[in-house]
């Protein structure tokens, strides 16, 4: 197995003296998709804002290639190969598909106070990028990115962040807004980025789509890395039960079932029900 281009240590989060993230250790391995996966509250979001220099980590360390690494911004987190495409694509619906894909790094031509974009190259290396990861229905580097539809601003997005040489890409719920057709789409070309040695990390809580295109699995539950796997470890129907929080119930009813056996079949009141719920919420 490769080494990994990225490696979490530990890793916590605190507002204040509010705890997100719990000593989250990962892998992240080349040409591997790793799902993230985790139900609303989880600290999905936190998470991906701490691996792509957003937030700093309260505690813990990063490592990429090998060396330790610190992300004070996005772009220190990019200049180490991270990029992170967020839900709609962080694109923008009134610029062109060529100045979109080129914001912040436009390409110009002339010279001295003549210089200026260069409109037809970032149109055509954009079209080009979107084209080859299958989307054939753009041709035309000018067109607003507001006519794309939500499957082509993902390929969009994906592909800028390859052209600009990611080697880690976060993506942040990238099928959520999408019908059937284009969420697959969009499962392919994140194959294909993992067919390029890209390394994936995919942040969604639709189970299904994460056992299309994962390798490997992390579920967080309240900050905490409830569990770690590789493909076919966990079934379908065990990831899910354990995203919803099911092996904590089944816990606390066995719990019940004990007190009810020590108390004569009496069912616990509120505040003692409250009492074995606590042991199982995990701890910082």
Not at 48 to 59: D, Q, R
Request: include cysteine; hydrophobic fraction near 40%.
């Amino acid at each position: 197995m490769s080494e990994p281009l990225l490696k979490l240590t530990d890793v916590s989060k605190s507002y204040g003296a509010t705890a997100v993230l719990h000593d989250i250790s990962l892998e992240v391995r080349p040409g591997e998709v790793l799902c993230l996966l985790g139900d609303n509250g989880a600290g999905k979001s936190t998470l991906i804002k701490v691996l792509s220099g957003f937030h700093e980590p309260t505690s813990g360390t990063f490592e990429v290639d090998g060396k330790p690494a610190t992300f004070k911004s996005p772009r220190d987190a990019g200049e180490h190969g991270i990029a992170c495409v967020h839900q709609f694509g962080g694109t923008f619906p009134l610029m062109s598909i060529g100045r979109s894909f080129f914001v912040g790094a436009e390409p110009t031509k002339g010279w001295g106070p003549l210089r200026r974009f260069d409109r037809k190259f970032a149109g055509e290396v954009a079209v080009r990028e979107i084209r080859a990861l299958g989307i054939t229905r753009v041709t035309d580097g000018d067109r607003l990115v507001g006519g794309l539809s939500g499957g082509e601003r993902q390929a969009l997005a994906i592909g800028r962040a390859v052209y600009f040489g990611a080697n880690v890409l976060i993506l942040d719920e990238p099928t959520a807004a999408l019908g059937v057709k284009e969420a697959a789409h969009v499962l392919r070309i994140i194959m294909q980025a993992r067919q390029k040695g890209i390394a994936v990390i995919l942040v969604t809580h639709n189970v299904t789509h994460a056992m299309a295109v994962g390798d490997h699995f992390a579920v967080l539950i309240r900050g905490t890395l409830a569990a770690d796997f590789r493909k076919g470890e966990r079934t379908r129907e065990e990831i899910t039960d354990l995203m919803a929080g099911g092996e904590a119930m089944a816990e606390l009813e066995a719990e019940i079932e004990a007190y009810q056996r020590e108390h004569a079949g009496q069912v616990p009141d509120p505040a003692e029900l409250e009492q074995l719920a606590d042991h199982q919420k995990p701890t910082a």
